[in-house]
Each structure stands twice: as C-alpha cells, then as structure tokens.
C-alpha cells in the first residue's frame, strides 16, 4: 500500500516538473521571439469631427502618420511600406456609427484608429459583421473584447488642475464650464473633477455648467459666455470644438479668464487664457500605430495613462502662463503639480490624497 502512494507521489510530483518546464518553455518563447512586422499594413484614421479648430483630432492623425514615416523610413521595399488614409466623420454625432461602419465594410483596412469616449461601443456590433478588423481607440475605455484596444488619459487629473487654476485665479468665485454636449466622460469625470478643483482652491466657489448643443457655433458659445460673465463669471473652461471660439471672443471683449484643456492654448489668447491641462494625444496615437505596425497588439485590453506616464500635463513653461498668472498661483501650482507626477499624492472623489 505503502509502494502504491509513493509511486502516485512520484507521479505527481512528476507530472508537476513537466507542466512547470512546459510553462517556462512558452514563456521563454513568448519573450524570445519577436512578433512579425505588420508590412504593408494598411491604416485608416477615422476622425469622429473635423479636425480644424480641433486640435485632439489634428494631434491623433499628426501622431498616427509620424509613426507611419518612421516605419516607412526602415522599409528596404515599397511594398513593405504602411499607408494611412484618414476620414473626417463631421460633427453630426448621430452618423459616426453608419461612417464608421461603412469604412469598416470596405474591408480594406487593417486597423481603424480613432479618439472618442463613444467609439467603442460603435466598434462592438461591427465586429459581428466583421470579426478580422481591428480598432484601436484612444481617449476611451473598453476591456473584453478581442479586436479592440483602448487606451485612456487621466481627465480626473486634467479636470482638476483646470478647475484647481481657475479657482485660484477667480477674484469674484464664479467659475464655469461650456460644453458642446452632455456625455459619460463630460458628466461623470470632467464636470465633477472641475468643480472639486476650483472648490479646493477655495470652498465657496461657485460653478455652473452651459450646453452649446453641438460642436460648431461660435454664436451660441458666445452668447452662453456673455450671459455667464454678466453673473460674475470670470474663468469658462470651454469644451465645445468650434464654438470654444465665439466663448474666446467673449472672455477678451469683457476681461476675463479663459481655462484650456487637451493641448496647450495660452497663443489662442494671450493675456485670457490662464492654464492648459493637457494630453499628449500625438504621442500616444504615436506609440499605439509604432505597436501595431511592429506586430503588437493590445487585444480586449485597456490602459490609462497620467501625469505620471506623461500622457498628462499641466503646462508651466510657456511665456504667456507666467506673464499672465501671478507668481504666488503658479507656486502652489507647481508644488502641487509635482506632487502628483512624482507619485506623492493622487487626485480622487476626495480631492488631493497622500499615498
């Protein structure tokens, strides 16, 4: 009896060695062989507006075709080459679905690269019709599902230092957003985070939040400006492509304060613009199409990225920030910006947290 358990426990311990050399055996595999280069990969940019007046849009196509040149540059073959087609969907929201499909349907694109929080869920059902085509979507989150790769910014941090500058410049306490539209990213993130920004630069801040109702008309961002100025409004942070520029006109012709967000703004209006809460949007589209074309691919996963990654920023280096904002703002600023890229505190539901 004695024999029989000792040779099961042979056996097993056996048995063991093997699946564990076996799993050694792929991982050496896995990391020791490089993936094969997607040559010839064909690309498509399908921009979810236009790109004029939109710089994150402008960015996605300049860091997708930055990383095709690159590519291209170590191609010993024409044929080796990517090329890159981009699509400008317009701003009816409405149709980007039916656009997107139908770029999709022409099963000529290897990968689909955009940049919208709403994409993803577009992406799913074509899927169902065309399994083989792969997306990947940036400035969105989406996990689970093999063809899709997302990648996110942290707009918590970008909404609260926004908020947070606008706050610390308010002399009447009367801050405010102007968006193109109400959406999941807009309600859930960039409004709230916004309004505990400008709130922990001082409690009683006041905040309200105007809808242009599309991405376009300067005439209504600045109509919504000038109706909030003659509140006591004194720094908008305008979310509304297009319109954001009827919402600049209003804030130069009355004095006051302008707060940006996704690319540097300060040249927008010198003298107006007090911040730019950034993301490095061409980077990244960079980073993501250099992956792909080299044979990677993040299938069915997600990735945010922040301050700490790089991704995310909060200009202090340009001419017109420190002519504009005093130096006594731009000290806590600064302090409490280097505090979150050096990992010393996060930005959460709470505000500023020691970690």
């Not at 577009?122 to 996990?143: G, R, S, T």
């Not at 942290?154 to 947070?164: K, P």
């Not at 492509?241 to 130069?252: C, D, E, F, H, T």
Request: overall charge negative.
């Amino acid at each position: 009896m004695l024999t029989i358990v000792l040779y099961k426990t042979i056996i097993l311990y056996m048995k063991k060695i093997i699946l564990s050399l076996i799993s050694l055996l792929s991982l050496f595999m896995l990391v020791s062989c490089p993936a094969k280069k997607n040559y010839g990969a064909s690309i498509a940019v399908f921009i979810p507006g236009v790109m004029a007046n939109s710089p994150t849009y402008a960015l996605l196509d300049k860091g997708v075709r930055n990383a095709v040149e690159e590519f291209n540059a170590n191609c010993s073959e024409e044929s080796q080459k990517a090329t890159v087609y981009t699509m400008e969907a317009g701003t009816n929201q409405a149709e980007w679905g039916a656009k997107l499909t139908a770029l999709a349907a022409q099963q000529k694109y290897d990968v689909i690269i955009s940049s919208n929080s709403s994409l993803p869920e577009l992406a799913v059902p074509i899927l169902e019709m065309y399994p083989k085509q792969k997306f990947i979507f940036l400035d969105a989150e989406l996990e689970g599902i093999h063809n899709i790769s997302t990648a996110s910014y942290n707009q918590y941090e970008q909404a609260f230092f926004a908020g947070y500058s606008s706050g610390l410049m308010s002399k009447n306490h009367k801050v405010a957003i102007v968006a193109a539209q109400e959406y999941p990213v807009m309600n859930n993130v960039i409004m709230p985070y916004f309004a505990l920004g400008a709130k922990t630069a001082y409690e009683d801040t006041q905040v309200d939040f105007r809808i242009v109702g599309n991405w376009y008309d300067a005439n209504q961002g600045a109509l919504l400006a000038d109706a909030l100025i003659k509140n006591g409004t004194d720094v908008i942070l305008p979310i509304c492509g297009g319109a954001a520029q009827g919402v600049i006109n209003s804030a130069v012709n009355s004095g006051t304060y302008i707060a940006w967000f996704d690319n540097n703004g300060f040249a927008y209006a010198p003298g107006t613009v007090i911040s730019s809460s950034t993301m490095n949007q061409e980077e990244l589209a960079m980073e993501y199409t250099m992956d792909y074309l080299r044979g990677f691919f993040w299938h069915g996963k997600s990735h945010q990225f922040g301050m700490k990654d790089g991704m995310v920023d909060f200009i202090q280096n340009d001419p017109l920030y420190i002519s504009t904002v005093p130096a006594d703002v731009r000290e806590k600023l600064f302090v409490l910006v280097d505090q979150v890229k050096r990992g010393e505190v996060i930005i959460n539901e709470k505000g500023i947290s020691k970690k």
